[in-house]
């Protein structure tokens, strides 16, 4: 390891650093979100339920699972072949968001539209096929009821500048 200090097995070293990670989360009172690769559980199991991320797939060690106050996966069916559900609905360009594990709140599964030329998520209320993205009002606009043509300019002070009026560089 980069650290040169020995912690034995890569279920230690992992257990270690997920563990590092909360007390400076906590020290801090900094969010901190870390990434983990998921064992190969899922490969074996059928289907899109089985399919679907858990808990027990968070590869190298359980102190990840112990030591997380929010545990959250994507899971996209149609990466796995999967393209219709149960009730033969539609399962392409469609990601879900499971969050496993909630220490303070609820946990549940959230559907997305994924579009995969853009690595891009939608929420599903606000998918239109063959639209590419979702037009959304700008909340500066309703600082100045509507008004486009004040917007930027009434928030920043007209031209961009320093606080001191002069050119900002770019």
Do not use: W
Not at 47 to 58: F, H, I, S, T, Y
Not at 132 to 141: F, L
Not at 156 to 167: A, I, L, M, R, V
Request: with cysteine; charged share 25%; net charge negative.
């Amino acid at each position: 390891n980069a650290s040169g200090m020995s912690f034995g097995s890569r279920e230690q070293e992992v257990s270690t650093i997920s563990r590092s990670l909360k007390g400076l989360a906590k020290e801090l009172n900094i969010p901190i979100i870390a990434l983990s690769q998921l064992n190969r559980g899922v490969e074996t199991r059928q289907g899109n339920e089985g399919k679907r991320p858990q808990l027990a797939d968070l590869r190298e060690s359980g102190a990840i699972e112990q030591d997380a106050d929010i545990v959250c996966f994507i899971h996209r069916p149609e990466y796995y072949r999967i393209t219709e559900d149960e009730q033969g609905n539609s399962l392409i360009g469609v990601a879900e968001i499971i969050v496993a594990k909630h220490r303070n709140g609820p946990t549940g599964l959230a559907k997305m539209r994924f579009d995969s030329e853009y690595a891009r998520f939608q929420n599903m209320d606000d998918f239109v096929v063959g639209q590419r993205y979702v037009e959304r009002p700008s909340k500066m606009n309703k600082a100045t009821n509507g008004d486009p043509s004040s917007s930027a300019d009434a928030l920043s002070g007209g031209d961009f500048t320093t606080p001191n009026k002069e050119p900002l560089p770019f």
